[in-house]
């Protein structure tokens, strides 16, 4: 987890919950801050996941893939 951190309140059905904890028992046995790790990283999963899957014209466009189609688009100055 990163320095800073934000507190969450999730609401999951108890037997979700239940499945997890024994989960995380017997991957490392259940350490306190496991569930919060695990969290995290299903969440930044799931974020990746659903970016990679968005059509390139919504997507939030980088400072270096705007240089980049500059080089390509003849439209956007001199191209290469």
Do not use: H
Not at 30 to 57: C, H, W, Y
């Amino acid at each position: 987890m990163s320095a800073a951190s934000t507190r969450w309140n999730l609401v999951i059905s108890s037997a979700i919950y239940k499945s997890l904890c024994q989960f995380l028992a017997t991957e490392g046995g259940g350490k306190s801050g496991d569930l919060s790790r695990f969290v995290e990283d299903e969440v930044n999963k799931r974020i990746f996941e659903m970016t990679a899957r968005l059509p390139r014209s919504r997507m939030p466009e980088s400072p270096r893939m705007s240089s980049t189609r500059r080089l390509r688009d003849p439209s956007c100055g001199r191209g290469r």
